[in-house]
């Protein structure tokens, strides 16, 4: 098994982010989502709890095609939204392939412990594969892989702030021709 963290900064306050993260797609960062589905949300005390699916494309080493007979993935995505505790955990894994590779993300947005004005990601990822003679190959090939994606991800969501939080520029004025007198 594989584990990789990283955390990451939003300059958008917890409240703008946590209610961004349920329009995020689509965004140009992030062609590859093709839909996405909610199975079920409900409130658990004062917690939103929500699963989802979503289907993602992505294309196939070499090597891999072997493995897999489709380019399509399903992801379950569960969430809880604590308003309290002002944060958004995030748990995610792939349901197809699992033969192959397994990818397991946890993400937790959080209020920034020195700016209340903006929100803290922290993102971790386990890949793990049972291939036998390859398990570690295909592991490395995930996590660099997940390495890769998990800046465009942030990306996308950061362009959906903007898009909903930051109002648009007015058009730049146009010189104005000053006709010539002869």
């Avoid at 990283?6 to 209610?19: A, E, H, R, Y």
């Avoid at 909610?38 to 993602?56: E, W």
């Avoid at 209340?116 to 993102?123: A, G, H, L, M, N």
């Amino acid at each position: 098994m594989k584990f990789y963290c990283t955390n990451c900064m939003l300059k958008f306050n917890w409240d703008q982010v946590s209610s961004a993260f349920w329009t995020r797609y689509p965004n140009p960062f992030s062609r590859h989502v093709l839909s996405e589905d909610i199975i079920s949300r409900s409130l658990v005390g004062n917690k939103l709890v929500t699963k989802k699916l979503t289907t993602k494309t992505n294309s196939v080493p070499r090597w891999a095609e072997r493995f897999v007979s489709s380019k399509v993935a399903c992801i379950v995505e569960e969430s809880v939204v604590d308003p309290e505790a002002k944060t958004l955990t995030t748990y995610t894994r792939n349901i197809t392939f699992t033969k192959l590779m397994v990818v397991e993300e946890k993400c937790v947005y959080s209020v920034h412990p020195t700016n209340k004005e903006w929100t803290t990601c922290q993102r971790q990822s386990w890949v793990s594969s049972g291939v036998f003679g390859f398990a570690r190959a295909i592991e490395r090939f995930g996590i660099e892989r997940y390495k890769s994606n998990a800046p465009k991800a942030i990306k996308g969501l950061n362009f959906i702030l903007d898009k909903l939080h930051i109002p648009e520029r007015p058009p730049r004025a146009l010189p104005i021709p000053v006709p010539q007198m002869s």
